[in-house]
T-cell receptor
Framework: NAGVTQTPKFQVLKTGQSMTLQCAQD?????MYWYRQDPGMGLRLIYY???????DKGEVPNGYNVSRLNKREFSLRLESAAPSQTSVYFC??????????????FGAGTRLSVL | EDQVTQSPEALRLQEGESSSLNCSYT??????LFWYRQDPGKGPEFLFT???AGEEKEKERLKATLTKKESFLHITAPKPEDSATYLC?????????????FGKGTLLTVNP
């Protein structure tokens, strides 16, 4: 069972370049989330999608866009990367069954450096 | 605004030396408090969910407890493989986003 899969694992960009971080889950979860993790800052929510067809801003949405492509996939796009976006990005999906109620399951992360 | 504060920032233990990690929180209404473990270069791995004051959960050498203001993660007779960053997060009641607010984590090192 793969769970939450993120691609790529590592990426180096130059300032101003664009890229899309991909996330897919195979647990049939409705809700998906994008977080960034920076030293000394903890995990902060960028965007989330409560269900297929809906997206909403989190705590730090500036400079990012998202697309909920279908129930499985939720992508994060940087249109014009800036050094301040150097971070580790995590995707998560939320369980809804009685056993896994409200638990968010995380992918392995994408480590992004913007030079 | 929901807030989570974890202490200490870092903790170094000898193998077998029991201790506790603290998570203090402020939230308008608590839907759930979550503990995760994160190994270097990996994503957070779910450990426990606590829903109401007085609740306790255990898994191997770990035991999580919850009061109305804080949660503790007790580690009994730790082993080197327990070394990791432990993250605490709260989920506020109300709304439909079920988002988590995380603390900055406690880096635990267990020396053999």
């Amino acid at each position: 069972n793969a769970g939450v899969t993120q691609t790529p694992k590592f990426q180096v960009l130059k300032t101003g370049q664009s890229m899309t971080l991909q996330c897919a889950q195979d647990m049939n979860h409705n809700s998906m989330y994008w977080y960034r993790q920076d030293p000394g800052m903890g995990l902060r929510l960028i965007y989330y999608s409560a269900s297929e067809g809906t997206t909403d801003k989190g705590e730090v949405p500036n400079g990012y866009n998202v697309s909920r492509l279908n129930k499985r996939e939720f992508s994060l796009r940087l249109e014009s990367a800036a050094p301040s976006q150097t971070s580790v990005y995590f995707c998560a999906s939320r369980g809804t069954s009685s056993t896994h109620k409200n638990i968010q399951y995380f992918g392995a992360g994408t480590r992004l450096s913007v030079l | 605004e929901d807030q989570v504060t974890q202490s200490p920032e870092a903790l170094r233990l000898q193998e077998g030396e029991s201790s506790s990690l603290n998570c203090s929180y402020t939230v308008s209404g608590l839907r759930g408090l979550f503990w995760y473990r994160q190994d270097p270069g990996k994503g957070p791995e779910f450990l426990f969910t606590l829903y109401s004051a007085g609740e306790e959960k255990e898994k191997e050498r770990l035991k999580a407890t919850l009061t109305k203001k804080e949660s503790f993660l007790h580690i009994t007779a730790p082993k080197p493989e327990d070394s990791a960053t432990y993250l605490c997060a709260v989920q506020a009641s109300g709304g439909s986003n079920y988002k988590l607010t995380f603390g900055k984590g406690t880096l635990l090192t267990v020396n053999p």
